[in-house]
């Protein structure tokens, strides 16, 4: 919720979102920005959610979807691909 009364919303250009988060979980968060129309690439992470949660989280446009723990390099190729399939990468 912090991220999207800041002044840096819909300034990312990539999101690592853990499906559960203190006030607005990452799901939320990710419907949030769809309604008000912020096309920013999202990672999740996740050490605890529910195949229905990843599904969720994938139909609804994240990039990837990791379990905790993850390998830094795994991390930064889910962010590389992110960044790379982002609307703003074609122009």
């Known amino acids: 919720m912090d991220y999207l009364q800041s002044a840096q919303a819909g300034a990312a250009s990539c ?3 853990d499906v559960r988060m203190p006030g607005m979980d990452g799901l939320s968060l990710q419907r949030r920005l769809a309604e008000t129309g912020q ?3 999202i990672v999740f ?3 605890r959610a529910s195949e229905e ?3 969720a989280a994938l139909a609804a446009g994240a990039s990837s979807f990791l379990h905790k723990p993850v390998g830094k390099e795994a991390l930064l190729q889910a962010i590389r691909t992110a960044l790379e399939e982002s ?3 074609s122009q």
Do not use: F
């Open 15 to 17: 999101l690592v979102l």
């Open 45 to 47: 992470l996740s050490a």
């Open 87 to 89: 609307p703003a990468a």
């Open 53 to 55: 949660e990843r599904r």
């Open 39 to 41: 096309t920013v690439p």
